[in-house]
Every structure is written in C-alpha cells, then in structure tokens.
C-alpha cells in the first residue's frame, strides 16, 4: 500500500516544532509519499536538518518553498535578494534528498506549484503592509511588488499536462489557491491577511492539470473541503500556539 500525507508550516525554528520529524517513525512510512507544502523555516540549516530527517523515513518527500523560505533578513548581508534565496532554498532541498519536481508513479502524479500571492484575493491595506513581515523581510529587484513576485514564481513551473486517464494527479503549493477556503465569519484581524493568502491563478492551474487533490498550506488552518468538484487539503503543523486550527500530526490525502 502506499499512502500520500500532508504537511506543512511546520516551523520548525520553534523549539516545540524542530524535534517533531525526528520523533516520526524510522520504519512505518517506508512505502509511503510526503508533500511538504513550505514554511519549514526561514534558516537553510533548519531546513536542510528537517527535510533529511523526512527524506529518512518517508519514501519520497516532494517540497515547495514557503514564504519564510525566502525570508532574507536573518542571511548575512552580500548573500542576495529572496530569488537568489529560493535557488539556494531548492539545492538545499536537493542536498537533502527530497524531491522538488513533480513526482510519476504508476497510476499516481504529485505536482508541485511555486506560486506567489499577487493580490487577486484583494489590494492589501496600511495596515496589512505595516504588520505583514514578508514586506520587510523579503527583497525583490527594484521596483517589484507581490505581482512581479507571482509572476516570475508560476514561470519557474515547468509545463505539465493535464491528468491522464485512469491517473490520480495531486498538486500542492503553499499559498492558497480561493480565498473561499477560509471559512465564512473569520474575524476582521484574519479578513485582513486575505490579500497576501495566494492567488487565484493557482486554482486556474489546478483546473487545467484535472487534478483531483490540491494540497496548500500558509493559511494554517486546518481543512480538508471539496469545492465546485475538487478536493482541498491544508492540514499546516502550525506555530506551537495553534492548537485549535491545527492537528499536528500527519494526514493521508490518497492512498492504494
Ligand atoms: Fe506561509
């Protein structure tokens, strides 16, 4: 049998959050596939350290940066911008033996999609651009904003074609493909994130392939809807107060 699971957002620069890959199982996912679906951690290291220590025990691991990934406030000063970043981000993925491409297997696809938000979900406020950390600790060439961002993420996409007959195709990105997977009467504090949550052109991408399952993350609250006839799948590990939002454990999203 093998079985898809489900993770992202683990964080693991949190002291509650780095052991957490490590305790999995060395021998129970042997035949199984991960997507981690980004935000392991703003540090190259705790990356690299999380993702071998999954590569360990999973079968195979398919990874997409997170935002946090192309964090760069923390980097020595002369290391680049956050598109220099994510190229350093993708080698250390590679290095640590997990899969960044999409992933074939008899009967079975995982696709994964570098995305960006571009504000389709709506034009960010004063105050959104004052809280919002990626806007400080992101750099971008001259002149670019989340749009030029969103662009040139989705053309790092190699052309994929649509799910073949008798396939399961799986995709998963970070960001958010509809802002209607946040659900109705979500407090103003969290209505506010809405236009840095992702882009529609993700879910427009995900019709086209036919894929049965998407996989996102970023939002951190845990879901798993079906929506206008596809399944969507966030099951995020969280920041260590986000108990109520998130399990924190390990989700199978397909299995034969
Ligand atoms: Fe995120």
Known sequence: MTRVMAVSDLHADFEENAGWATLLSLWDHRSDVLI????VSDRLPVVQRTLEALARRFD????????HELWVVREESGSGDSLQ??????????Q???LTGSLRRPGLRVVPLQSWYDHSFGEPGAELRRVWADFVACRWPDGWQAPEVAREMFARNPPEPPRAEGETL????HFMPRIDLM??????RVRMLFPVLGTSRLDTEIR???ASVHVYGHSH???????????YVNNAYGYPHETAIAAKRLLTVWEC
């Open 36 to 39: 981690v679906a980004g935000d």
């Open 85 to 94: 970043k994510f190229e350093r981000v993708l080698h250390a993925a590679g």
């Open 170 to 173: 799986i995709s998963f990105s």
């Open 60 to 67: 195979a691991v398919l990874f997409v940066p997170g935002n």
């Open 221 to 231: 609250l845990n879901r798993d809807v079906q929506v206008a006839g596809l399944r």
């Open 96 to 98: 640590s033996g997990v």
């Open 183 to 188: 659900p109705a009467g979500v407090p103003a």
């Open 208 to 210: 086209r392939l036919k």
